[in-house]
């Protein structure tokens, strides 16, 4: 049976803006509060790599560099930080990137001490991996802040597309996400269907409507993982104009 910070994380008001995990944390803004605490894990869990390759941008040694982000997750699930955080701008993205600006400028030096591994870090961070990744970012000249928000737009978005795969693998519907899934971006075109068909064992006419049904699914987790971010529902349309025009530039 889930716990109470399961339970509490998924609740959904009837009618009105799910409770999620920023909102949580926010209205918490104690490092005691096992909810909130929770919550906070879960997000920088997820969103973490943004926020890597933010300080590899800054610092070009390797160690160094996994050193301050480890760091700067332990300072920030232990510190209470988000208790200062400005719930008039509730972005989740924009609070960790001032919050990991403020660490790098004034908190770094205080945690050099801090061997690698030897923090009490509450989150599982796979660091290399992260370094392996960041080794294929193209080497234009973006800035350090608009990588970090390209970045953030994708990884959300490979956060949904497992969450889709995952909901097919459940159904035993795994063939439907292969043959369906270049169309989840929004181009329907994208899809052979006559082909799509063949390999599912359906008619075009039946693929086609599966596909639209994989969209409808996908736009709809996209947004639930876009109000995971923001304190209040107003916020979550304009969060969304946001990250797609972050996609454009």
Request: neutral net charge.
């Amino acid at each position: 049976m889930p716990g109470k910070e399961t339970h509490r994380l998924n609740n959904a008001n009837p009618g009105g803006f799910a409770t999620t995990q920023w909102s949580i944390v926010l209205t918490a803004g104690k490092p005691n509060d096992s909810d909130a605490q929770v919550a906070l894990g879960q997000l920088c869990e997820l969103y973490w790599y943004p926020l890597y390759v933010y300080v590899r941008r800054k610092v070009e040694n390797v160690d160094d560099a996994q050193d301050m982000t480890q760091a700067f997750f332990a300072h920030l699930l232990e510190s209470g930080a988000v208790a200062r955080a400005d719930r008039c701008r509730g972005r989740f993205r924009a609070f960790l990137l001032t919050a990991l600006r403020n660490f790098l400028a004034n908190q770094w030096h205080k945690e050099q001490a801090l061997k690698r591994g030897g923090q009490r870090l509450k989150l599982s961070l796979d660091l290399d991996a992260g370094e392996s990744k960041f080794r294929l970012e193209p080497s234009h000249e973006c800035t350090p802040e608009k990588l970090f928000e390209r970045r953030w737009v994708t990884t959300l978005l490979e956060h949904v597309l497992e969450r889709v795969r995952a909901e097919l693998v459940d159904a035993g519907k795994q063939d439907h996400f292969e043959h369906l899934k270049v169309g989840l971006a929004g181009d329907s075109e994208a899809v052979d269907y006559q082909k799509a068909a063949a390999a599912l064992g359906m008619t075009p006419a039946a693929a086609k409507q599966a596909a639209y049904r994989l969209r409808k699914r996908y736009r709809q987790l996209f947004r639930e993982e876009v109000a995971r971010t923001v304190a209040d529902e107003a916020e979550v349309d304009e969060e969304i104009g946001r990250l797609l025009a972050t996609l454009r530039e």
